[in-house]
Structure formats: C-alpha cells, structure tokens
C-alpha cells in the first residue's frame, strides 16, 4: 500500500471552509465550526441547565480510604434549612450496583454499591446523598451528616495490595487478586531466554494519573411521574451506553429513560464509566418528582473520577549476537483500585499486552498480568487506556537493548522493525496489523532532527560538561477496536460497532445523526466534510447531531480512537445507501434505467446524456412530494446504519525529543520535539495536528510532571491542582510535525485515528531521550514523573553534578 | 469546594478596616483573594466575616520620592511589573512582581496582601528583604513602619498585628541592579526556591549586597553567608560561585521546607544553582559580567 508524505514543521494553517470547494472539503483544515459557540460562552455545559424547582444534591463522601461504617446519622443535616432528602443505603430501593462490562476468565466480580452500607474501600467513596433547596445548603448540609468509622489498614499500590499480609479489600474474595491473565507462548519465550545471546531487563513503574478533564462530571435529571419518562442531561461520552447500564442499576425501563449529552468539556476517559454519582442523582429526582441536579467540584474529580494507568512491570527482553529481538517477558501488577470500574479489566489486558510488540518483528512473547485490588478510586480507561502502558514497556526495552548490544537506537530499531512489505503482520500476541512504513517514520524524524549532526553535536556537548540526550519512540497503538464478534471473544459485554442517519430535510438541507458522542473533538466539522464530500452537498447545509439518545437510534460513544474509523464508516455507508435510493428516484425521473444514472458532486446524470441530470437537493425534494417516485419505493430520503469494521485500525509514528539537562538541578530543556504520525488518511490536517499536540502536551505532563500520589493510609497527597502537576504552555516545547499516510484497508474512509496517539508516544520519547543524555552519568533509568530531584539524585548517586 | 458561611464588609477607609478587624476578632481582611479564598474553599480557614479593603484609596497608588517609593497595598503586582521608573528605581521589587504567577493572577493579587500574607513560598518577601523596604502598618494607635528585617516572623506570621493592617511598602532607591532567580513549583507556580537579589557596585566591585530567599525557610529570608561572600569581591564568575555555595551554607536543614516536589536537601541544592543564576543576572544588568 502506497504511502504518501506531508510535512507541516511550520504548523498547518486553518483555512475558512468558505474558501473550500465541496469536492475538496475532505481533507481540508477548515476550521472548526463549534468553536465560535464554545469560546464566546454560549455553548451549554450540564452545569449550565437550569429546569423550575430545581434542587441540588452534594454527596457524603468518606475520608478515609479503608474503614468499616459503623454509623450514619443524618438527622443533623434533614433539620437544616433547605435541605429537601438526605439519602443513605438503606433509602435505595433498587440494585443498585454498577456493573463490570468487560469480563476476564479469572475475574473477581465483586459487589460495586452505589452508596456504601457496611464499609468504605477509597477516599471518597459515597456514602450518603443530601439534596436541597440551594447548592450552598445542600453542601453545608452534606457536611452536617455524621459518619461514624472504625478505620481499617489502607493499601495504595498494586505490588504491596497482592503481598499475603496486605489488608484484604474485597472479603468475599479473600485476597486482593482481581485476576490473573495471560498471553502468548510461555515455552517458546522461556526457551528463547535460554539461548538468548545477552538479555536486558527493566523495573518500570507507570504511575497513576488524574484525567483533568476541564469540566467537572455533572448530571441534571428530571423525572415526569404521569409518563413515567426520566430524562438525564450528563457528562457523557457514550450516552446510549450510559443508558442501558443506568437502566439495571436504577431498574428503570430502558425506553423510558432518556440521556443527553450538551457539551461535554473533556473526558480524557473519565466520562464513559458509569460512576455511582450521576444514578443517585437519576434516583433522587425519581424519588422527589423534582429535577436534581449534581455538579462535581474539583477536589470531588480528583478523588472519584477513575484513574488511569498505575503499572508496575517488570520487562526483559532476549536478544541475538547480530542485535535482533529474539523474546519479550513481561510481567505486570496492574492498579484496579477499589471496585472494577466499567471497562477496567480490558485496559490492563487485552488493550495493553496485545500491543507489546510494538513496531518489531518479535518472534515469541509472553505476558503475565495481575489485576490488584487497592485502596484508590477505580483506575479504567485514560487517554490511551493500556496503549501508552505498552509501548513505554517496549521502547524503554528497546533503548536499553540497544545500549546493551552497542548499537545506535535508532539503527536498532531498523534492524528489528516489522518490513515495510511485511503487513498484514500477526504479531504474536494475538493482533494482525493493517498495514504500515516504519521505517519511514524513523527516516523522516532522523532527518526533521538532524540525527547524525546531533550525534556529533552531543559527543562535543559532554566535552564541555553538557548533557544533550535524543529519545525516540516507534509507537504503535490499536484503535477503533472492533469488530464486535471479536471484542465478545474477548469478554466485552457490548459490541463495537456504530449506527447513523443520514436525513436529507425536503428543501436538500442534511442532517446526520451518530452514536459517537465527541467532547471536544471537532466532530461537528469533520462529520460535515465527510458528508459533504460524499453526497456532493455544501458543508453548510449540512448539521451534526450526537449525543442524544432520543434522537440517535443507537450508539456506543466516543473513545479509544474510534469515531473517525467507527463512527465516520457508518456514516459513510448511510451516506451510500441515500445515494442508491436517489439514484433509483432521480432514473425514474429521468426516464433512465438505475444503471445508466451516474452520482458525481452532487449531480445525478444520465450516462452520456449531460442535459439530463438532477441535483441530489432536487432528488430529496421529489422523494419527499413522493408524486412521482418508483412505485415500489417509500417516500423520504435517509438511511440507517450500523457499521461493525473488520478489525482494529493501527495507527503508527515515530516521536523524538531532544533535551539538554542540567546536572546540577536536574531540570530538562527541550531543544527539539518531532512527531511524525500515520494516522491513515486526514479528514481534517488541522483538527489531527491539534489532537497530536494535546496528546504530546498529557504524555510529557506523564513524563515529567503528573503522578497520583497516596501516602500510607492511601490518602491522596496531590488532591488539588496546587500539589498535582498538569502542565502548563511552559512546560510544553515547541513541535514540530510531519505526517506519513498509509490507509487503512479496515473502513471506507482509510483513517486510523489520531486522538490518543501523542498521549502513546511521549512519555518514553522524553525518557528515552533524558536517560541518553545522562549515559555517562551510567544512568539507565528514571522514574516517571521526572522531577528535577529524581533526575538531579540519578545523577548525583552516579558521582556526578555538584 | 465550598467555604463555610461568613459576612462580607466593604471598608471605605483604613480606620474603617481597623474599626472591623478589632471589634471582630474573627474578621479577616481581604485584598485580591488569592491567597485568602482558595483556604476558605479547602476548608483551611472559615473567617466570619470578610472585612474588603480592596477599594480603599487611601491604600491605591505607586507615589515615586525622591529617595524611596511608596506603594501602596492595593496595588496589584501587574502594576509593579509595569512600571518602567520603579524598575529604574528598586530593579528587583519590579522584576520579582513580574515574575508571580501569570497575566491573571498579577492582575488580581495585590502587593499588600502577599506581603501581609507571608505566605513562605510566595515571590515577593525575598525582594522586600533585597530591596531593604519599609513596611508602613496602620493600628488603632495610628501608623508606625518596620523594617524588612524585622517584618517576617514565620510562617504566615509578620509583625502585624491583629487588629493591624499593612498600608503601603517603601522601597528605596538603592543599589546598581536587581535580579529575581525563580524556580517555580511545577503545579502552584509558587517559588520552590526563589532568590532576590540587589547588588550596588563600584566598577567591579561589589560594595553592598542584599540577598532575599523565598520557598527555602518557613519565611523569606536574608543569605548572610552568601552576601558576606561576595561583598568586597570583583564580581566573577569565581565569586558568583564561591557565594552560591555559601547561600544554605549555615541554613539548619531541619528548618527547610520539604513538600512532593523537593526535599530538603534539594531544596538547598537548588537555592546554590539559582543564587548563582540571580547574581550572574544581576551582574550582567549592572554591565559587569
């Protein structure tokens, strides 16, 4: 398969979409049509929502991470001026209990209540509710509830939660094992360590992180007790799946129980589970017959939104006289927290390990994963889910292998990256790659940075007591995850697939609806210009609808890469199916046999016969006046789809970074940070170089700054922006990007996605490229966050620095 | 989070503010609320009643002397670090006030407020100390003015008394050049370690030096080593080194403050490298390096 190259180093250029024909609108980085709305305030965010009567609910959260409830006195807080309800469990009347939706041969289901009875498993675990009049009342209120605890030992990390001595979290389960999993060919990899040349092994930690997203989770529920109808305004990124879930939790009919997603303001993840907040506050409004509203503050998302990552590994890798890869062993205590959040057994396993081969030709691997129980919020799915996890396992291998073997890195990749000719490639942890140019990436970043020059650069740099260091990172990641007959193999409890409409309105104006539910993605732009481009249609009379599940048949949300590849291939195929029904009513019209009609920019036109042609606009018009269309055909212009992809999409590139440190402090300057991406065909350059630069400005955030700190009791240390480091514009280098396209031959659109990738491939690029820079200090590895004092003690230890 | 009930007061003078504060002991003054708000809503402080000095008049205003400067307590840090005769003036105080937080912050919080506040990781007590400036302070008793050296006391503790409040700051206009070495903590922006430093020259020579570290101690704090190492000498990079090492030389590193982002003992290792980064600077503005 063909792969084409373009470069913007200089930054792609925002182009106004009325500058834009309709047949080159694909492609094109048009700027993004929501952002007027949601830069000038007038987008509406749930928090916005106002309804009449509306009354405000704040939760009873414990504060200690592990203790057993000995008493919850409320009568404080009902006595309070405002207060409407204060709920504990014993006040809930349904199951109840949230739902694991991805199940694991050895899982440990255990019981996940919505409001804790007996015991408290993390710091902010919900144990009551208070509603009331005024938001102010409701949590002056909430603080009013007295919780009597009796404490229990806490355990915050995954290695210390699976020792035989460490509290038990879950008694019915009777250690904290949440499971044990494998994969790949034990046998053949112990033997290729038997014959291994040399071998190199690596203690990595990827620490726990907090996902930010910009707006708090919120929920505004109303309840219309004469239709039975619960209507849910939420912060979701799958509103249709929050729905079928939410149904059993609460036990309220599916059909009658409607979710909406206004804007969303970031999820990173964090807005697909199903967290116990947002049912309570469906159940108060049921129960009061009055809306509710719930609006998380900040120190609440800190210490409830799930986590991610929190790995600790251990990774070997075998090797061959000659440098080759010749066996990856992995063994991974993987951080679940305190109950299984709704995807989290699939992150630590099926989303992380199947990715360890990274870009190399690897002949046998085997992976061992243990899920751990912990005294922390539940960990799920962050921006890479499992993703970034992998590939810091084998890019920190493969820099240590190739200092191991004394060769560059980046000649070591070459040696060992699956060939260009190789694809479709099964690796041998279960995945067939689509397709890809490894090498190319690699090429096109050594020339972006100059490798060869640097190289000499650096050598002279260390002469005069510099430390210059260069790290690369050959990422892969598995996006779009599908098709759904495999994921339910695998033990998903849903399928993968998405659904659309495609509506033509009778004056020729579209309106798409898609079961993705975007939070910042630009799908509003980048779902018209594919329309556009197929129904010929201008872009403007074109409308995006998502997130509503009264108005969207069926969806399954936005995350893990996959609403291009997903959601924009059902879209195309609706796109398709209106296309043959025009077709049959614009022959008719035309006196034409269907097969002699051609569809081109909009125009349908009889075969050799250019006078006889209808735009698509009038097709729509006449299936509508439905006077004079095919007599077997309805009326009406739209399709329905629901699109189920054949495998995953695999998005590849190659990051590099290079960075000055200072031996004396620690501190890490960015001279240089290349990102060339193949994500597939662009439906937008503009909209991918900005989820590029975002995903790079989280993964450094990972690589130097952020990290979920628990002190002893499993009480959180970086509970607020002030102690836990997002990082801010100056902390984030300048970038350089470049693009590599390989379509993907698994949607009709040949995209692979792009969201998640910057976030997959900086961390080890900017480790990678400290631990070069400190290669005369002798230091092999840091851990992640960076600090300045774990670099500066690195170094220090090693003899080096003042 | 969410603060605690309190009454609010808006006083239209200083003797109003002063009424407030002593017939409320439980009142508190409120400038920009930078520091102020963000405890009440983490629980850390629950003051009943605010007491806003924040449109007093008597406190607004940068009145430029001949021998000093006087700035009062609600002016914000944005019009400090704008200011281009302070910064001919009191080179430091300018360049620390442009360094705190970002565009919003210096908009918002006041000079008043931070130094009154004595928050120990804040950026401007190590400039206050620098520029050896005098604090003017209003009581029932009427005014009186403490020294710089005499004003911090600890950890949110200055001489300030209860029912006192801190009017204006008097900067005088001494010294060659003035630097601020700065390394903020990755997360608050707050000074990890900060170092102010004014150096008043004689051709090469360093005649006198003032040296302020913020984020080090429980409060801002003068680096006598490193300022006795450094007077007299011709200012190189040979002395510039010789007083970095002498910065935490007689700090009891007990007494420094450890937190997520650094321990003590780096925390010691960073005031060397940044003295040396606010001496090198400020020798390069006085022409000399």
Redesign the interface.
């Known amino acids: 398969m063909a792969t084409e190259e373009t470069d913007h180093e200089d930054g792609v250029q925002a182009i106004d979409p009325d500058d834009v024909d309709t047949e080159d609108i694909l492609g094109s980085a048009i700027e993004r049509r929501e952002d007027p709305a949601l830069v000038s305030g007038e987008a509406e965010y749930t928090d916005d929502i106002q309804k009449p009567e509306m009354t405000h609910m704040a939760m009873v959260r414990s504060q200690y991470a592990h203790a057993e409830i000995e008493e919850v006195d409320t009568s404080a807080a009902e006595e309070m001026d405002g207060v409407v309800a204060v709920y504990t469990a014993e006040d809930l009347d349904v199951p109840g209990n949230l739902p694991v939706g991805w199940l694991l041969d050895s899982l440990e289901q255990v019981n996940h209540p919505i409001l804790a009875s007996d015991r408290v498993r993390y710091q902010g675990d919900a144990v009551a509710i208070v509603v009331a009049e005024e938001r102010y009342q409701a949590h002056d209120a909430a603080d009013a509830v007295d919780v009597e605890y009796e404490r229990l030992d806490a355990v915050a990390h995954p290695g210390e939660a699976l020792d035989d001595d460490a509290p038990v979290i879950h008694e019915e389960v009777g250690s904290n094992q949440a499971f044990d999993w494998e994969i790949g060919d034990q046998e053949a990899t112990e033997r290729a360590f038997e014959e291994a040349e040399t071998t190199v092994s690596l203690d990595l930690h990827n620490q726990l992180l907090i996902p930010n997203a910009i707006e708090p989770r919120a929920t505004v529920a109303d309840y219309h007790p004469r239709t039975d109808e619960l209507e849910l305004d939420m912060t979701s990124q799958n509103p249709h799946v929050h729905r079928l879930l939410m149904s059993g939790v609460i036990d309220h009919p599916e059909h009658k129980l409607s979710i909406r997603a206004p804007e969303v303001g970031g999820g990173f993840g964090s807005k697909i589970h199903h967290y116990a907040d947002e049912a309570l506050t469906a159940l108060a409004a049921k129960d009061l017959e009055r809306p509710v509203k719930w609006t998380a503050t900040r120190t609440e998302t800190y210490i409830t939104d799930a986590q991610g990552r929190g790995h600790e590994t251990t990774g070997e890798m075998a090797l061959d006289e000659d440098g080759n890869i010749t066996g990856l062993r992995v063994h991974t205590e993987a951080n679940m927290g305190a109950y299984l959040s709704t995807f989290a057994p699939s992150i630590p396993t099926y989303l992380y390990a199947t990715l360890l081969s990274g870009q190399y030709e690897i002949p046998t691997i085997y992976c061992t994963v243990e899920g751990a129980f912990t005294n922390v919020p539940p960990v799920d799915a962050y921006r890479g889910a499992g993703r970034p996890e992998a590939s810091y396992v084998v890019e920190r291998l493969v820099r240590q292998a190739a200092r191991e073997v004394d060769m560059d890195p980046a000649e070591f990749r070459r040696r060992n990256f699956v060939p260009g000719d190789g694809f479709p490639y099964e690796t041998p942890v279960a995945m067939a790659y689509d397709s890809g140019d490894y090498q190319k990436t690699l090429d096109r970043a050594k020339e972006m940075l100059d490798y060869e020059e640097f190289r000499e650069r650096q050598e002279q740099a260390r002469e005069d007591g510099r430390y210059l260091g260069v790290g690369l990172s050959a990422y892969i990641e598995a996006c779009g995850i599908a098709p759904s007959e495999l994921v339910g193999e695998l033990g998903a409890q849903a399928g993968l697939w998405e659904s659309s409409v495609v509506r033509f309105q009778p004056s020729g104006t579209v309106t798409v609806y898609v079961g993705t539910s975007g939070h910042g993605q630009g799908h509003d732009t980048t779902y018209a210009q594919i329309v556009a481009d197929k129904l010929g249609v201008d872009y403007d009379d074109i409308e995006v609808e998502e997130g509503d599940t009264d108005e969207i048949p069926q969806g399954m949300g936005t995350y893990g890469s996959r609403s291009a590849a997903v959601g924009g291939g059902a879209i195309v195929e609706s796109a398709e199916k209106v296309i043959e029904k025009g077709r049959k009513i614009a022959a008719h019209q035309l006196e034409a046999d269907p097969e002699d009609v051609e569809f081109e920019n909009g125009e349908y036109q009889v075969a050799g016969a250019p006078d006889r042609s209808m735009t698509i606009q009038d097709v729509a018009g006449a299936s509508y006046l439905a006077h004079d269309i095919p007599d077997d055909m309805e009326p009406g212009l739209e399709a329905t789809s629901f699109f189920d992809p054949e495998n995953f999409v695999f998005p590849f590139g190659m990051h590099a970074a290079i960075v000055e440190v200072d031996p004396d402090t620690g501190e890490i300057e960015f001279e240089e940070y290349v990102a060339v991406d193949d994500v597939g065909n662009q439906i937008n350059p503009k909209i991918v170089e900005g989820q590029i630069h975002g995903g790079i400005a989280q993964g450094i955030g990972q690589a130097l700054y952020e990290s979920a700190e628990y002190d002893d009791n499993a009480q959180l240390t970086t509970g607020s922006m002030q102690d836990y480091a997002v990082p801010k514009s100056s902390h984030i280098p300048e970038i350089k990007t470049a693009s590599t396209v390989t379509e993907s031959p698994h949607n009709p659109l040949g995209v692979k996605g792009v969201g998640e990738a910057g976030t997959i491939a900086a961390p080890q690029a900017v480790v990678n490229a400290v631990v070069d820079a400190l290669e005369p200090f002798g230091v092999e590895d840091i851990e992640m966050p960076l600090t300045n004092e774990r670099v500066w003690r690195a170094i220090h230890e090693n003899g080096g620095g003042d | 989070?969410?603060p605690?009930?309190f009454e609010y007061e808006k006083a239209g003078s200083v003797s109003d503010a002063i009424d407030a504060l002593s017939s409320n002991p439980e009142a508190e003054l409120i400038a920009g609320g930078h520091s102020l708000l963000?405890t009440m809503k983490?629980g850390l402080a629950d003051p009943d009643m605010l007491v806003d000095i924040g449109d007093v008049d008597e406190l607004h205003g940068i009145d430029h002397g001949d021998g000093s400067t006087r700035i009062g307590a609600m002016v914000r840090y944005a019009d400090v670090a704008d200011d281009d005769t302070l910064r001919e003036e009191a080179e430091v105080f300018a360049e620390t006030a442009h360094q705190i937080g970002d565009f919003q912050v210096r908009n918002r919080g006041t000079v008043g407020g931070n130094i009154a506040h004595a928050d120990p990781a804040s950026d401007l007590p190590g400039a206050v100390l620098a520029a050896d400036a005098t604090m003017h302070v209003a009581g029932p008793d009427g005014e009186r003015t403490v020294d710089a050296d005499d004003f911090f006391h600890g950890m949110y503790a200055t001489d300030v008394g209860e029912d006192e409040l801190l009017t204006a700051v008097e900067v005088p206009h001494e010294g060659t050049a003035g630097a601020y070495a700065k390394?903020p903590?990755?997360?608050?922006g707050y000074a990890l370690v900060g170092v102010a430093v004014r150096l008043t020259m004689d051709g090469d020579t360093v005649t006198d030096a003032r040296i302020g570290a913020n984020g080090v101690m429980d409060h801002g704090t003068r680096l006598p080593d490193a300022e006795d190492a450094i007077e007299g000498t011709s200012l190189s990079a040979d002395s510039i080194e010789a007083a970095s090492d002498a910065a935490g030389s007689t700090l009891d590193e007990y007494m420094v403050m450890e937190?997520?982002?650094?321990?003590a003992e780096?925390r010691l290792?960073?005031l060397?490298?940044y003295t040396e980064r606010a001496l090198a600077q400020a020798g390069e503005r006085a022409g000399v390096l």
Do not use: E, H, T, V
């Not at chain 2, 903590?185 to 608050?188: F, H, L, R, T, Y």
């Not at chain 2, 937190?259 to 321990?263: K, L, Y």
């Open positions: 989070m969410y605690a009930q963000p983490s390394k903590n990755p997360a608050s937190d997520q982002q650094a321990s780096f290792q960073l060397g490298a």
